[in-house]
Structures are given as structure tokens and as C-alpha cells.
Antibody, heavy 119, light 107 residues
Framework: QLQLQESGPGLVKPSETLSLICSVSGDSITRSDYYWGWIRRPPGKGLEWIGTIYYSGSTYYNPSLRSRVTMSVDMSNNQFSLKLDSVTAADTAVYYC???????????WGQGTLVSVSS | EIVLTQSPDFQSVTPKEKVTITCRASQPIGSNLHWYQQKPDQSPKLLIKFATQSISGVPSRFSGSESGTDYTLTINGLEAEDAAMYYCHQSSTLPWTFGQGTKVEIK
């Protein structure tokens, strides 16, 4: 059974870069028709799509975050990552890594990791 | 960006009652609307895909329907384990967007 596990710092200083890795187990990150992505939920707010990536490197980012987001795939380690530059307190959220089928349905979610932005 | 508006924001329901949650899209999105359930301290879980299609392993009391740009999630015979937040999500147009969520509480 596929499992996703987020890892990374739980605290990031303002203006620095938030970096998270999602480790994929139970299947190959190169499986056809499956995309990988990040979604976040700020405290007391709803879900926000950050972006999605295919193993080939094709990326789709939320325009509201595009200037600060970079996603990548590491096929050798069956992982994918998120970098968010120049963070502010507004980037404080639970970050979920997800698997997406056919750029449509979010079929698997990681457990989520809380990242706080504070000095 | 397509805005999804869920109603109600909150619903307190007695077990065995029927629950309906509506998600209205600001533009046509076809059947590209999906429903997720998030229980406390858990990750969201896919309940219904493409407006009406059931998901393996999800109880049959959960169903979806659509009419124009209005989408409905129905829980027929609420059970205590259904206490959760429910979100709709559209994959028709980037950026993907979600409804604000509906909290279902058990009376």
C-alpha cells in the first residue's frame, strides 16, 4: 500500500526558505498517470493547492505562489520535494504531500507536517 | 480562479439522519468535482470522484450528485464515525481550488 511521509524543519524564520521532502513507499514515483503534489492548510483556514509535478519534471504551480515555489522529483530515492522562498507568517500551515491520479483526483495524502514561520 | 462555495459551514446532525452538503462552482466545471472527508487528526480521504463516482472502500451511504454548477454530497443514515470536515475540490481548471469546508457534528 502506498504511503507518503513528509519530512523537514517544523520552524522556519521569516524571509528564509521552507524545504520539505516527501518520501514515497509502496510504489514507484515513476508510475504512469500518477502525479505528485503539495497542499497546505493554514491554521483556521481551508485547503490551498500549492503545485503538482510529474516524474518527468513537468510542473504546475498555483499562480499565487509561483514566484516562490520550486518542486522537484528525485527518482533514485523515490522522493519529491518542495521549496518555498521568502516565507512569511502567512506561510504557516500544515503541509501535505499527495499523490494525484491523472491530474484530477487526490488519491493519497501524507499525514501532514506543521511548518511554523517565526523568528 | 474558480471559487467553490460550500453550504452549510456547519451542521449538527442526529445519527441515522440524512446529511446534504452543497458545493457551488463560480464557473462551469463539468463533472470535475471531488469530495474529501477529513476526520480530526487525520489526513483527508477521497470520498467521491467526478461528482458521482463512488470510491472502493467508502461506505455506500456516501453519494454524490450534480446539477449545473451545483454539486451535492449526501450521507444517507449518518453514523457517529462520520463526524468530520468535508471538502469539495475542482480539477477542471488550474489553479485547483477547494471549498471552505463543512463541519459535520454528531448530536
Amino acid at each position: 500500500q502506498l504511503q507518503l511521509q513528509e519530512s523537514g524543519p517544523g520552524l522556519v524564520k521569516p524571509s528564509e526558505t521552507l524545504s520539505l521532502i516527501c518520501s514515497v513507499s509502496g510504489d514507484s514515483i515513476t508510475r504512469s498517470d500518477y502525479y505528485w503534489g503539495w497542499i497546505r492548510r493554514p491554521p483556521g483556514k481551508g485547503l490551498e493547492w500549492i503545485g503538482t509535478i510529474y516524474y518527468s519534471g513537468s510542473t504546475y504551480y498555483n499562480p499565487s505562489l509561483r514566484s516562490r515555489v520550486t518542486m522537484s522529483v528525485d527518482m533514485s530515492n523515490n522522493q519529491f520535494s518542495l521549496k518555498l522562498d521568502s516565507v512569511t507568517a502567512a506561510d504557516t500551515a500544515v503541509y501535505y504531500c499527495v499523490r494525484v491520479f491523472a491530474m484530477a483526483t487526490i488519491v493519497t495524502w501524507g499525514q501532514g507536517t506543521l511548518v511554523s514561520v517565526s523568528s | 480562479e474558480i471559487v467553490l462555495t460550500q453550504s452549510p459551514d456547519f451542521q449538527s446532525v442526529t445519527p441515522k439522519e440524512k446529511v446534504t452538503i452543497t458545493c457551488r462552482a463560480s464557473q462551469p466545471i463539468g463533472s470535475n468535482l471531488h469530495w474529501y472527508q477529513q476526520k480530526p487528526d487525520q489526513s483527508p480521504k477521497l470520498l467521491i470522484k467526478f461528482a458521482t463516482q463512488s470510491i472502493s472502500g467508502v461506505p455506500s451511504r456516501f453519494s454524490g450528485s450534480e446539477s449545473g454548477t451545483d454539486y451535492t454530497l449526501t450521507i444517507n443514515g449518518l453514523e457517529a464515525e462520520d463526524a468530520a470536515m468535508y471538502y469539495c475540490h475542482q480539477s477542471s481548471t488550474l489553479p485547483w481550488t477547494f471549498g471552505q469546508g463543512t463541519k459535520v457534528e454528531i448530536k
